[in-house]
């Protein structure tokens, strides 16, 4: 009988493809297919310059030689020669806080539209997310975990994707999207819409958050993400309330270092994001309205500031006049200065991100947004935050990473997404708000995605 069951599910487990958790899924073999740059200036992704004349052989899916000598390749390999001519080559663009899954529909297609719709829609736009340079998300929110799975076995182009599935709230919290008819909720009852499509989860207990983070970590997730603060974008949430206990918190990050990884926060607040720290969450997303004590805190304890460059610019999210979220985003960008002064103040180990929502124009800025930052950065210091640091970010799913291997650097070994720029972005920033002109070499996982060089 055992063995006849253990059959039974190794069948079943092969005829509908699945996969144990947490198990990296990789792309389709590349084999040894071999691209070699000849007479490149190399962003290296840590260092604030490029380098002199250099040589940079691809084997399979990783970076295997850099060299300023020239390297030799069999002729008979079938080696793919990109002749650099003094262009900058530099590692694929981070986006360190995404969401895959609610870029293109409106909010309330997001809510209640059409499932199968809104998959294509994020297929259609991963595709042109991995077109615009950035190799790499992070999503923080969203039912993600199959155009993940898509773009992983190679049925769609697109970024890799460090998925949080669903984002954990409380009742009223950001991330509570229910209309208020749909209040009180039966406890036990059924789910709301937002929840039965893995959007985000309400819990009001340690028990219901233990519950609900280690759903996400059996769908793959390779981080959790809570909201422990009020929000911009949902209906519900004022600014300034903090949302779980720290009890609820706890049970989060127990359930998240039990697998390895860790809980990330979406938090504006002094009270909200010290609360979170103090439950032991290790990455702050936001912080908009953080203080100086709160960002001492941040570089005491060596907590991720995942930030985005907000202002009430062409690239905020597009809200209705005189709504409540439009006064609480304009609140919020008011922030925006400060905490990008107190992240250099204190030193704070920074990431980029741009956190799109709802807006098929808006994605296309997204590497406009990364040049923004030189309102604050220079040139090199926001292309090492969106390549290097970001990728030190990802590390931290640990064994949870879906993609083991070193990303955002140009190294030996590290795995090969890599920007072919027309131009060297450290002199010239701007050549990254147009990549659809000056990225002409887009390579991810060792394969060439877009190739405009004249042959
Ligand atoms: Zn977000």
């Known amino acids: 009988m055992k063995y006849e069951l253990s059959r039974f599910v190794a069948a079943a487990t092969l005829a509908l493809g699945l996969h144990g958790p947490g198990i990296a899924q990789q792309t389709a073999p590349a084999g040894e297919a071999s691209t070699l740059f000849q007479n490149v200036r190399v962003f290296d992704g840590r260092s604030g310059a490029v380098s002199g ?3 940079v052989l691809v084997k399979g899916r990783t970076i295997a030689r850099i060299s300023s000598a020239p390297i030799a390749v069999d002729p008979n390999a079938g080696t793919t020669v990109i002749a650099g001519n003094g262009r900058t080559l ?12 609610l870029v293109r529909p409106t909010a309330a297609a997001a809510i209640s539209g059409d499932v199968g719709y809104i998959n294509l829609m994020a297929g259609a736009e991963a595709t ?15 039912p993600v975990f199959g155009l993940k799975r898509a773009i992983d076995e190679g049925l769609v182009v697109g970024p890799r994707i460090y998925p949080s599935g669903a984002m954990i709230s409380i009742t009223g919290g950001h991330g509570d999207f229910r209309q208020p008819f749909e209040v009180p909720r039966v406890i036990g009852g059924p789910l709301t819409r937002m929840e039965q499509i893995g959007g985000s989860m309400i819990a009001d207990s340690p028990d219901e958050v233990r519950v609900r983070a280690r759903e996400q970590l059996l769908l793959g997730a390779s981080q959790v993400k809570l909201t422990a603060g009020g929000g911009v974008a949902s209906p519900h949430s004022p600014l300034d309330v903090s949302t779980f206990t720290e009890a609820e918190l706890r049970a989060a990050v127990e359930a ?27 990455v702050l997303e936001h912080g908009h309205l953080m203080d100086e004590a709160t960002a001492r805190l941040l570089a005491e304890k060596g907590i991720w500031l995942s930030v985005q460059p907000f202002l009430d610019d062409e690239d905020a999210t597009p809200f ?12 919020m960008v ?10 250099k103040k204190y030193k704070l180990k920074t990431a980029f991100g741009t956190d799109v929502l709802f807006s098929a124009a808006l994605a296309t800025r997204q590497g406009a947004q ?14 090492t935050m969106a390549t290097g640091a970001n990728g030190e970010l990802l590390r931290l799913s640990g064994p949870r990473n879906p993609y083991p291997g070193k990303l955002g650097v140009v190294e030996e070994g590290a795995l090969a997404d890599l920007l072919l720029v027309d131009g060297n972005p450290i002199e ?4 990254i708000e147009n990549p659809e002109r000056n990225f002409l070499v887009i390579m991810k996982d060792g394969k060439i995605y877009k190739n405009t060089l004249p042959r």
Do not use: C
């Not at 005189?322 to 304009?330: D, I, T």
């Not at 990364?370 to 292309?383: D, G, I, M, N, V």
């Open 334 to 343: 008011q922030g925006t200065d400060n905490v990008y002064a107190l992240a």
């Open 128 to 142: 042109d997310t991995l077109m615009r340079g950035f190799t790499t998300v992070r999503d923080l929110g969203g």
């Open 370 to 383: 990364l040049a923004k930052l030189t309102r604050w950065y220079t040139p090199a210091e926001l292309l």
């Open 428 to 431: 010239n920033i701007k050549l």
């Open 53 to 55: 004349p250099t040589n």
């Open 256 to 282: 998240a270092e039990n697998w390895g990884t860790y809980v990330t926060v979406h938090a504006y607040t002094p009270r909200a994001i010290q609360g979170a720290i103090a439950a032991g969450v290790k």
């Open 320 to 331: 209705p006049p005189n709504s409540s979220n439009r006064a609480r985003q304009l609140e």
């Open 90 to 101: 530099m590692p694929g663009l981070i986006d360190g806080h995404w969401h895959a899954m």
